[in-house]
Nanobody
Framework: QVQLVESGGGLVQAGGSLELACRSS????????MGWFRQAPGQQRELVAA???????DYGDSVRGRFTISRDGENKMVYLVMNELKPEDTSVYYC????????????WGQGTQVTVSS
């Protein structure tokens, strides 16, 4: 079992920035990939950003160039820096871990709310 706890959500004006943090209960280099997802009411959960154990990153089309995923293996942390935030970025953001394979996300945090006002 991998336990994940997110923090850092909140309310921000459009054009502003926020940084989300995710603390893992396990060594993040022992999982294949860590990801950030988001889900707004009535919408499907979507990938925001992911980072593999090898350091390869991937981003959703709507956030590429604005968001950056990073990690601190020593402290078992994964971060998501969100710049140039837009009202459409408003959502609950979830941290997730894929222990086996790059897209087998079975472990999820409780989520953190991000609200971007116009």
């Amino acid at each position: 079992q991998v336990q994940l706890v997110e923090s850092g959500g909140g309310l921000v004006q459009a054009g502003g920035s926020l940084e989300l943090a995710c603390r893992s209960s396990e060594n993040i280099f022992m999982v294949s990939a860590m990801g950030w997802f988001r889900q707004a009411p009535g919408q499907q959960r979507e990938l925001v950003a992911a980072i593999t154990v090898g350091g390869t990153t991937d981003y959703g089309d709507s956030v590429r160039g604005r968001f950056t995923i990073s990690r601190d293996g020593e402290n078992k942390m994964v971060y998501l820096v969100m710049n140039e935030l837009k009202p459409e970025d408003t959502s609950v953001y979830y941290c997730s871990a894929s222990k086996v394979g790059k897209n087998n996300y079975l472990y999820w945090g409780q989520g953190t709310q991000v609200t971007v006002s116009s």
